[in-house]
């Protein structure tokens, strides 16, 4: 093999390494910088807010000091089926409904 041959099957081999370094580490910053956006900006909803969201769809939202604990704990059992809600997002509203009422 020629001298000008290697030279060129060498470069070849760093310009397709080089292109997987950088398409590795643009993806792992995507990934970084949304995780620090989410961490800043706190963009976790509280209970109340996810009550005034999700229990305002298909009825008035009840007042937290419509219904005693033992009730919130079927209420929420029976609205997370019907709002099609997440265990961890009917749990905030859960807390925040018995800590209000
Ligand atoms: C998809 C529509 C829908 C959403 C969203 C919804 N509800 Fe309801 N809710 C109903 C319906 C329909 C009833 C009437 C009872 C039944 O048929 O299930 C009801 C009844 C109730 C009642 C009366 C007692 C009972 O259990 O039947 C309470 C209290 C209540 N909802 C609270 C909530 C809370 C709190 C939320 C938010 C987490 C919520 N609802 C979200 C549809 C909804």
Excluded at 38 to 55: D, R, T
Aim: hydrophobic share 40%; proline share 2%.
């Amino acid at each position: 093999m020629k001298a000008i041959h290697k030279i060129i099957i060498t470069g070849l081999m760093l310009f397709i390494a080089g292109g997987f370094i950088i398409g590795c580490s643009s993806t792992k910053h995507k990934y970084t910088s949304a995780t620090t956006v989410g961490e800043e900006f706190n963009i976790e909803k509280s209970g109340a807010q996810l009550w005034g969201e999700a229990c305002n769809r298909c009825h008035l939202a009840p007042s937290p000091a419509d219904y005693n604990d033992t009730d919130w704990s079927t209420i929420s059992l029976h609205m997370r089926v019907r709002a099609n809600l997440t265990e961890h997002d009917i749990n905030k509203i859960e807390e925040f409904l018995k800590s209000a009422n």
